[in-house]
């Protein structure tokens, strides 16, 4: 570490995926976006934290420069030509390779080229340029990072986003120009490796059992999802990834720390919103908002009927959309709900079918997803639908009681610690919480919603204004970034003292 780590440390963020950066970090720091989904919103708050700390905060990253509206060569020249020239001053290293510049995604049929890529520029010249006394890394395309952090002495958090591996020969990785002879030992292979060369070419690298494996700590993106892998939960865990999380839970080398929704979802200031409102404007800001949903999706023009929101992808293996269409027909056919589907997936046909079948059209939409009819999904709604069999983190359930929307949920995951079931008289919870995983409990859960909505309209808008000022307070990059700030703290800490 260098002399003035504990004062003023150097964490090296290395992260795939980013959506902005401060404005001080260097020439190309607020064009810089490449976006799959909450890891992106959890790096660039994180650094933002940092840097805003007054923390020497560097950020590794693939060169998307299509993605980055780089692509025209001369722009980025002579852009590229400003970094270089003031490269000690400039905290943005960008990984150079031609199997970056021309996406338009993060990932696809190329991840492990990608991935590899990426990794040989921060080992080869970021690590050895920057010289941090932390490098935090996140998921498995930089799972080859915290070997070789561990090989030269630095500390590293490993963050585990989503549970997707890949696996590489060292042989294939050595191709890529990665020097894996040098950190071969810290490694995790698919069976116990004898010697280097014996297992070069024929002991696959699991890269993201890797980089937890090699991490001095690691965190996933909820404590309870962390909790239910090492409890044994989840058949679709492979044994290596439960197996390294449960040695590095039971040693103390291992937490949840929950994402957190971008910014951008505030119903006072929402770019996608025709009308704002804020907690204390609430009632009527929802009651315009539902009209105009309504409208434009042609259900029945009444504000006071009860709205449910679906704002995921229609994946019956994850999110449980097979549990709603089971009652579908049930539900609208009993009570006076409306039911809005804003969202594409393979189950999309099924809610076709049920409202053609039914004609249900005037009652219940289904639309692709679509970012404009999602955020008025939220303002619009009285309640959205989170009914996943499992849920690493998950953010809508954070987004919606933001706008004043309660969530119905499956007691699972990131959901078991961010929706707490609604207690009136006690004055607490966010939503309602079924435990188990079929219709008959979302049956069950949508039943209480509905009586919540049923009560008088003083109590359930008291309710709504103290729901709306806990979520903004509580579901936000600042206090996320505060959780990785005292883990940062944590472990340089353990460094010191070591």
Not at 161 to 182: C, F, P, V, Y
Request: proline share 5%.
């Amino acid at each position: 570490m260098s002399e003035n780590a504990p004062h003023r440390p150097r964490i090296l963020v290395v992260t795939p995926e980013i959506t902005y950066l401060p404005e001080g970090m260097g020439n190309l720091a607020q064009r810089m976006c490449a976006k799959a989904g909450g890891l992106a919103d959890v790096s660039a708050s994180l650094v933002k934290a940092l840097y805003d700390q007054g923390a020497d905060v560097h950020v590794a990253l693939p060169n998307y420069r299509r993605m980055f509206h780089l692509d025209v060569a001369s722009v980025f020249d002579n852009e590229f030509q400003k970094v270089s020239r003031a490269l000690p001053e400039q905290r943005i290293h960008l990984a150079e390779d031609r199997v970056f510049y021309h996406r338009s995604s993060v990932y696809g049929a190329e991840n492990h080229l990608i991935a590899l890529a990426f990794q040989r520029e921060v080992i080869n010249h970021t690590i050895p340029q920057v010289r941090p006394d932390l490098i935090h890394c996140n998921d498995w395309m930089t799972g080859l990072i915290p070997a070789v952090a561990r090989r030269h002495g630095i500390p590293s958090l490993f963050t585990v986003h989503n549970i997707h591996s890949e696996h590489l020969t060292l042989a294939q990785i050595e191709d890529r120009g990665i020097d894996a002879a040098d950190f071969w030992q810290h490694l995790y292979y698919r069976r116990a490796p004898g010697t280097y060369e014996e297992s070069r070419g024929a002991n696959p690298v699991d890269l993201l059992a890797s980089g937890i494996f090699a991490a001095d700590h690691v965190n996933t993106v909820s404590p309870t999802f962390l909790d239910e892998i090492v409890g044994g939960g989840h058949s679709f865990i492979p044994d290596a990834i439960r197996n390294e999380l449960r040695g590095k839970k039971h040693s103390g080398c291992a937490t949840g720390i929950l994402n957190a929704p971008d910014a951008v979802f505030d119903p006072a200031s929402d770019p996608y919103l025709t009308t704002h409102f804020t907690a204390a404007t609430h009632v009527a800001g929802k009651r315009r908002n539902k009209l105009e949903l309504q409208e434009r999706l042609g259900l029945l023009g009444d504000p006071d009927a009860p709205l449910f929101f679906w704002p995921s992808r229609l994946d019956p293996v994850q999110k449980g959309c097979q549990l709603l269409t089971e009652i579908l027909h049930t539900l609208v056919s009993s009570h006076p709900m409306q039911i809005a589907v804003v969202a594409s997936g393979s189950f999309q046909k099924h809610f076709h079918n049920i409202v053609k079948m039914h004609g249900l059209h005037d009652r219940v939409a289904v639309r692709d997803f679509d970012e404009k009819l999602s955020h008025l999904g939220y303002a619009a709604s009285d309640f959205i639908f989170m009914p996943s069999s499992f849920e690493p983190c998950g953010l809508p359930q954070m987004i919606a009681p933001k706008f004043g929307s309660l969530t119905v949920a499956h007691d699972t995951g990131g959901l078991h610690d961010t929706v707490e079931h609604m207690d009136v008289e006690n004055n607490s919870g966010n939503g309602f919480l079924f435990r188990h995983f079929n219709a008959q409990g979302l049956h069950w859960a949508i039943g209480q919603a509905l009586r919540f909505h049923a009560l008088p309209a003083a109590e359930r808008e008291k309710q709504l204004v103290r729901v709306m000022n806990e979520s903004a307070a509580r579901f936000n990059h600042e206090v996320t970034a505060a959780d990785y700030i005292r883990r940062y703290e944590e472990m340089l800490q353990k460094t010191v003292t070591a």
